[in-house]
């Protein structure tokens, strides 16, 4: 093996279902956003992945983050292969129906994203599954006053691939353009 990737990330939970409407869950660290407006994300997976067949077939998939609260059930959908367990009624999470797409979606993630699929693009031992944004729910218990995501109560698990550990986001140290407003460069 090469380089290990170096850079923390999110652990998420790409769902997708079969032609049996049997939905599936992955658990997935390699994901990014690409475009605000149209908000456009990315995961990186493997070909051999179970979901990996399904989103391809069906040409949507959902992203759901989960909080440390369900951090076991997390690791193990990261463990076990859709074509062999059904991850739904292997864990606690309990399959929602889409609001806009035909996917599931995981009733206990406080963060669902609905995507359209729109392309494949192959990189090297994964590839870049690249999809729009169609719906977003975010529930109210993990925002703040002002409806914005607050990470102290979302309690995202930040996964370290090196250690292979995962961790928990700490205290707030600051905020975007402190700088300027603490008078450096102003
Ligand atoms: C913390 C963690 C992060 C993972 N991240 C990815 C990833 O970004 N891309 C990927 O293809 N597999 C990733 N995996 C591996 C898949 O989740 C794993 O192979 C899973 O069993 C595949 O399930 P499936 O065959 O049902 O799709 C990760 C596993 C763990 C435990």
Request: charged share 25%; aromatic share 8%.
């Amino acid at each position: 093996m090469g380089v290990i990737p170096p850079i923390p990330y999110p652990v998420v939970l790409l769902t997708a279902k079969d032609e049996e409407k049997i939905g599936n869950i992955t658990t997935l660290i390699w994901i990014g956003t690409f475009s605000q407006e149209p908000f456009i994300i990315g995961v990186a997976v493997k070909k051999k992945r179970y979901s990996y067949g399904l989103v391809k077939k069906s040409g949507v998939f959902g992203i759901n983050i989960p909080s440390q609260d369900h951090l076991v059930d997390a690791d193990y959908c990261g463990y076990t292969k859709g074509s062999t367990v059904d991850k739904f009624k292997e864990t606690s999470f309990t399959p929602v129906d889409g609001k806009v797409i035909d996917v599931p979606m995981i009733k206990e993630c406080p963060v669902k994203l609905e995507c359209k699929l729109l392309e494949i693009k192959e990189l090297g031992d994964h590839d870049l599954i690249i999809g729009e944004v169609v719906h977003t729910e975010i529930d109210p218990s993990v925002c703040d006053e002002k409806g914005r995501i607050d990470l102290l109560k979302l309690k995202p698990i930040i996964a370290n691939y090196p250690q292979g550990t995962y961790h928990m986001v700490g205290d707030r140290i600051g905020f975007w353009g402190m700088s300027m407003a603490g008078g450096r460069g102003v």
